[in-house]
Every structure is written in C-alpha cells, then in structure tokens.
C-alpha cells in the first residue's frame, strides 16, 4: 500500500478540494429559500451533504427537527477530516486556525452561565473541532458559576484560563460584565496565535494575514461602537486588540475623532478603505449590526480568496474553511427565517455569497 505523506499539501488539498465540490451553489440556496412546506425544504436538505444530519434531527424530532445542531454536526466533522488528513507543519497550521474555536466554546460556555443556561443547552453549540475536547468542555459546561468554570480550567490547566484569572478582579467591579473576560481572552488569543506563526514561509503568512485580518476588524469595531463614549485615553487604548495594523497612536487618534464618517475615511490603511466605504453605507441604511456584518463578509471574502493563491499551500484548506463556515452560517439563517414564516424575498437579502472565480473548482 502507497505510503500518504501528511507532512504537505498535495493529499489533503486533493481531499479538500473533493469537500469543497459539495458546496452548496447560489441557486441551490434559491430553491431551498423558495421551498413550499416543510416536507420540500426536508427532501432539498437531503440531496445535500448535510442529509445524515438532516435525517437524524428529524428521527429524534419530527415535528421540530433541530437544524441547528444538525449543521453543527456536520461542521465539526468536515473539519475534523482535515485536521486528521494533515501531519507536521500543516498540521501546526491548521490547528492554528481551528483553536478559535475553542475561544468560541469557552465564550459560549461563559454566556450560558452568565444567562443561566444548562448544561444540555450550552453543549448543543459547541463546536469541538480545536485543542479542547469536548468532554472538557462538558465539565465546564456543568460547573455552577462563572468563578467555578474559570478554576475549573486552571485546574485542567487549559491556557486561557491566565487571561480570565487576570481579568476576573474587572469583571467584578464592571457589574458581572462579560465583555471584560472576552476581552481579555480575544486579547490572549491572538497575541498567543500569532507568536506561534514562526517564519515568513508562504504557509504561515497566509495564516498570519487572516489573523491579523480578524484583528484589525475587530478594532475597527470597536472604534465604531465607542464613539461618543466619553472615555479617557487609558481605557480606549485598554479596548484595542494588539497585533493588527492598527498602532495605539492611531487607535487613538480614530477614537478622537468621534465620527464614524471621519473614522472611516481617516482610516490610515488604504487597503481597508473600499470596505470601510461599504460597510459605512450599510450603517447609514441599517445600523450598527450591518457594518459589522459588512466586515464579517469581507473576512469571508479574504478567506475564500486565499483559494485561489496556490493548489499546493494551506490556502485551498483556508478557502474552505472560509467558504463552509459562510454557507452553514447561510443555512442557519435562511432555516430560522422558514420557521417563523418570514418573507422571501427577506431572507435572500440576508444571504450572502462569496463568488467563485473563473476557472475555480465547483
């Protein structure tokens, strides 16, 4: 039997690009948005990859089946698949990019203690794809407080539990507010994710700029969420996210302008100026929500993107990834939309769709 080397690009790339042909196109995502009934968008879903899911939801619940976790299922195994597919410095990479998750799941884990969620409701959306299993995440799933599950995972000796230790004293004096703790863990997150990118190979710089890409969003974010916050120059610099593009002095000096217009168009990046003008009309017309929705597609953008690079680099695995978080994010939206009965032509104007390039793979 032919030996695979996991240790490059050449076996799992084939692989994803073999994931990625079941993705699902635009139109396909217009049937399912005009399907009549139930029992039509339920014969759609299982002419898709997500039909054991899809089934298994609707044996345990007929009635109300839940796609939600359904998806959830088949995320986590898509990206299990790569992970496994991958040995030595893909690997190191790939499971760079999937230890967000596991921010993710502690947040998640974090917001249902805080909302006095249970167990069972905090499990059903994690998704255990990073360096936390999910049996750890149930224990701390099941701890009684906030405090029980930050020991907790000091005691199991989980990294971030330092961040949230360190930010805990905060969070007590701020009213119980839980942006300091994921604060404080997006921080720890990122300066740890991006110290572990050693090099300037081709591989890691990919990673690098969406990470740093991620960074300078938030930032930017942020900027927009604080204007006409009366704060003192300590307490705005404390907001920013270190790693981006962004230094302190400018961090600063977008804050003092107070004006999402002059932040947008300040901004010192040229590179981030188209869609910053676009994400500005979306605000204008909306609100707050869909400027940052405009920088959440264009992160999906930039991902799907890096497909297109090089047939032989992590960047097919970054497209993918990208791409398959966009689509399930499309599904969740467009199956809650069926449920509570809402209009059509509302639901494709929340869709979004990243474009596939000439000559790129179905």
Do not use: C
Not at 53 to 68: I, Q
Not at 141 to 164: F, S, W
Not at 166 to 181: E, G, M, N
Request: charged letters at 30%.
């Amino acid at each position: 039997m032919a030996r695979v080397d996991l240790n490059d690009y050449v076996y799992v790339n084939a692989r994803v690009r073999g994931m990625r042909s079941h993705l699902l196109t635009r139109d396909f995502f217009m049937r399912l948005v005009e399907a009549d009934g139930f029992e039509a968008l339920h014969a759609l879903l299982e002419q898709t990859i997500y039909r054991r899911e899809a089934n298994e939801a609707f044996l345990l619940n007929p009635v109300r089946p839940d796609y939600d976790q359904a998806l959830t299922l088949n995320l986590i195994a898509a990206f299990r698949k790569i992970l496994d597919a991958v040995g030595g410095e893909p690997r190191r990479l790939v499971a760079t990019l999937l230890s967000r998750y596991d921010v993710q799941n502690i947040k998640s884990v974090l917001r249902g203690k805080h909302g006095d969620a249970t167990a069972s409701e905090i499990t059903n959306i994690l998704v255990p794809v990073g360096s936390l299993r999910l049996e750890q995440l149930e224990v701390l799933a099941g701890q009684r407080e906030i405090r029980d599950v930050i020991n907790t995972m000091h005691a199991q000796q989980i990294k971030y539990a330092r961040p949230l230790i360190d930010a805990y004293p905060d969070f007590t004096k701020k009213d119980h507010d839980l942006a300091v703790l994921e604060l404080a863990l997006d921080k720890y997150f990122y300066r740890d994710a991006i110290g572990q990118l050693k090099g300037k190979g081709t591989n890691t710089e990919m990673v690098r700029q969406m990470l740093v890409g991620e960074v300078d969003m938030r930032n930017i974010s942020t900027l927009v969420r604080i204007r006409g916050v009366r704060l003192d120059d300590g307490e705005v610099e404390n907001l920013r996210i270190p790693g981006g593009a962004l230094s302190a002095d400018e961090f600063l000096h977008l804050d003092r302008l107070g004006d999402i217009v002059r932040i947008v168009s300040d901004y010192p990046d040229p590179r981030y100026r188209k869609v910053l003008q676009k994400a500005l009309a979306e605000y204008q017309e909306v609100d707050l929500v869909a400027f940052d929705r405009e920088l959440e597609h264009e992160m999906t953008r930039r991902g799907a993107a890096m497909s297109n690079l090089d047939v032989l680099s992590i960047g097919v695995i970054i497209g993918f990834m990208w791409q398959k978080n966009n689509e399930v994010i499309n599904l969740r939206i467009l199956l809650r939309g069926k449920a509570m009965d809402r209009p059509q032509a509302q639901i494709r104007s929340d869709l979004f769709f990243v474009e596939r390039e000439e000559g790129q793979a179905a």
